[in-house]
């Protein structure tokens, strides 16, 4: 829901970073590594409870995330890249709710799971719709310029970082932020189900 507001806003820094990066040589591929490098390890930091490295790492990952698209628009873009970056986006969603769980598995596992759940349900319902989207030849720029068809909704990127950074400065809400942000990510399939219906039906 928040992802064109924070785009308009933070893709001008992005802009001006992505042409420092593409002058050194530095690909989008390899930031995008980076990235998911660094986010793999803000799952770690967590897992060990240290919320604020975590928070930190979390931040910079995500940075990282929108990088690598701005320094894939200035030295090209490949099929491969845009499939990585999706790939390990869902590695990095998955990861620190994974974390969590391991910091405190009495009280964070089961709700560590159904945030995990609701985001392969969401996830399943934004991917299949991009599928049919490019058999049918649509396209979008309501997210900027994207590999695939990019479904707006309810829960989007900027969303799911908020949970994560309030989670690591308050890591005791986590099961409560697990369990509303988890019931935003369902409503939020039925609603790009119920588009797709409309759309394909």
Do not use: H
């Amino acid at each position: 829901m928040l992802d064109g507001w924070t785009r308009r806003r933070i893709d001008p820094a992005l802009e001006r970073l992505a042409r420092l990066v593409a002058r050194t040589g530095i690909s989008a591929d390899a930031v995008t590594l980076a990235a998911f490098a660094i986010g793999a390890l803000a799952a770690v930091a967590i897992a060990f409870e240290l919320f604020l490295l975590g928070l930190v790492l979390v931040v910079v990952s995500r940075i990282g995330d929108g990088l690598d698209g701005a320094v894939a628009r200035i030295r090209g873009k490949t099929d491969y890249g845009g499939y990585l970056d999706i790939v390990l986006d869902f590695f990095f969603y998955g990861a620190i709710p994974l974390g969590f769980a391991l910091a405190d598995p009495g009280a964070n596992a089961v709700p560590a799971a159904v945030l995990v759940f609701s985001f392969y349900v969401n996830g399943a319902s934004f991917l299949a719709f991009a599928i049919l989207a490019e058999r049918r030849r649509l396209s979008t720029v309501a997210r900027g310029e994207k590999s695939i068809f990019f479904t707006t909704g309810l829960a989007e990127a900027t969303e799911t970082i908020a949970v994560f950074v309030l989670a690591c400065l308050v890591p005791a809400w986590f099961p409560l932020l697990a369990y509303v942000f988890a019931a935003v990510c369902f409503y939020t399939a039925l609603s790009r189900i119920v588009l797709a219906g409309r759309q394909f039906g």
